[in-house]
């Protein structure tokens, strides 16, 4: 299983900023995908996540809800995360997550927000 982060890097606040997971080694329209996100020094938490199959389910954090959406191509192994009106509180590595047999994390991908 690979998962590929990528997308980050360093926006002005108010700014937007679509992150991708490119997805290998699973059967990727068989599993909720997930981002989570990390600052150094701070335990990693959950951003969204959504499910697989027809009639897909997302769910956000209430710190990003109404401004990130969470979307799949299962033909391209790929979810997304966009990110709109980003805030500094933002700042953070983002990471990929699958729960398979076990849970799968990506390298990670880190954006800045600031001015």
């Known amino acids: 299983v690979q998962l590929v982060e990528s997308g980050g890097g360093l926006v002005q606040p108010g700014r937007s900023l679509t992150l991708s997971c490119a997805a290998s080694?699973?059967?990727?329209?068989?599993?909720?995908m997930s981002w989570y996100r990390q600052v150094p020094g701070q335990e990693r938490e959950f951003v969204a996540t959504?499910?697989?199959?027809?009639?897909?389910?997302?769910h956000y954090a209430d710190s990003v809800k109404g401004r990130f959406t969470i979307s799949r191509d299962n033909n391209k192994d790929t979810v997304y995360l966009q990110m709109n009106n980003l805030k500094p509180e933002d700042t953070a590595v983002y990471y990929c997550?699958?729960?398979?047999?076990?849970?799968?994390w990506g390298r990670g991908t880190l954006v800045t927000v600031s001015s």
């Open positions: 997550h699958a729960l398979i047999d076990m849970e799968y």
């Open positions: 080694g699973f059967t990727f329209n068989s599993f909720a």
């Open positions: 959504i499910t697989s199959g027809v009639g897909t389910f997302k």
